[in-house]
């Protein structure tokens, strides 16, 4: 065997270049003779710069449809990007025929696809762009102030009500396409629940707007008071006993001796089978002395309710 230093240099180094060479070439051969392929890619369209005093409606190309041929490895590292096509509306109006970008109306635009926007790469070649061109309209911005509205749901528990409801803020400012901020009869907030309510709540609540990507609102979430109050009723007790306090030691009469009242008050109150129990008359005959007088009756209720009448008014006492 001979010796390395036996090898002539020449063949110590040609040798191993000539091998890389030949491996390096083997490589470009075999990516040169891949098949190229076809294929077809869905691009989002990104709109940028949007007149200030404009809105881009929902009536818009969002995608365009890109056929492009190259070889498989390029699609597969294609198909790992996040792609969008930029749409610049400023520039590309300003170009349009209809006038620079100061002239720019609400209308409808075709905005040219350009493929120098699509990063697909040397490597890839397009061959085909539908649509070519992208549809838009543009509408005025305007803005309104709108009273916000609250709509209610469910059923409070039973004996109660709701009275309305305050919303915080009142108002609020929406800046949208013109077209369909003038078709906004009301602002309302998402329903507030009144389920099983008894006593004054408050929640807050966001907006419901349909098309939000469409509407800007001064305010998202509102504060909603609710009062809840029972039900109120009347009810008429009849046929009280009227108890004589303070008694002289003698006879003594009370003409008539009952008295019928009426009642206002919530109505679970009222309802109650063991409210008669609840109320007393009574009398105080304290230092009268034999003869006849015309008294008043007084009359213990429930705090929560009020007498509208009573009947007698005026009672006759004889004492012997």
């Not at 270049?17 to 294929?39: N, W």
């Not at 590292?77 to 509306?89: E, G, N, Q």
């Not at 008429?236 to 019928?260: A, D, F, M, Y």
């Amino acid at each position: 065997m001979l010796k390395l230093r036996q090898i002539p240099l020449f063949f110590r180094v040609a040798v191993p270049m000539a091998v890389a060479t030949a491996v390096i070439m083997i490589v470009i051969f075999a990516s040169c003779t891949q098949e190229l392929r076809k294929t077809n890619l869905l691009l989002p369209v990104d709109y940028a710069n949007v007149p200030d005093d404009m809105i881009l409606t929902n009536f818009h190309t969002d995608k365009i449809e890109v056929r492009i041929k190259c070889r498989p490895k390029h699609i597969e590292k294609l198909s790992k990007r996040s792609l969008v096509y930029p749409a610049d509306i400023y520039t590309d109006l300003a170009f349009d025929p209809a006038g620079g970008a100061d002239a720019i109306e609400p209308g409808s635009y075709l905005l040219p696809v350009d493929k120098n926007r699509i990063p697909l790469g040397r490597s890839v070649s397009i061959v085909n762009i539908t649509p070519s061109s992208l549809s838009i309209r543009l509408e005025k911005k305007v803005t309104r102030v709108f009273k916000v509205t609250v709509p209610l749901i469910g059923e409070t528990a039973k004996g109660y009500m709701a009275l309305s409801p305050e919303c915080e803020p009142a108002t609020v400012a929406v800046t949208g396409a013109e077209s369909l901020i003038n078709r906004i009869q009301t602002f309302t907030t998402k329903p507030v629940d009144l389920s099983n309510a008894n006593e004054n709540f408050k929640k807050e609540v966001p907006m419901d707007l349909g098309q939000p990507e469409l509407f800007t609102a001064a305010q998202s979430i509102f504060v909603v008071s609710v009062q809840i109050q029972p039900l109120t009723g009347t009810r008429t007790i009849e046929q009280i006993p009227i108890e004589l306090q303070n008694r002289p030691g003698k006879k003594v009469s009370i003409e008539p001796s009952t008295i019928s009242i009426d009642l206002k008050g919530p109505q679970e109150t009222l309802n109650n089978t063991n409210l008669a129990d609840k109320i007393y008359a009574f009398m105080d005959l304290k230092g009268l002395k034999t003869g006849v007088y015309a008294r008043h009756a007084c009359i213990d209720i429930p705090v929560e309710l009020v007498m509208t009448n009573a009947s007698p008014r005026v009672f006759t006492v004889k004492i012997e």
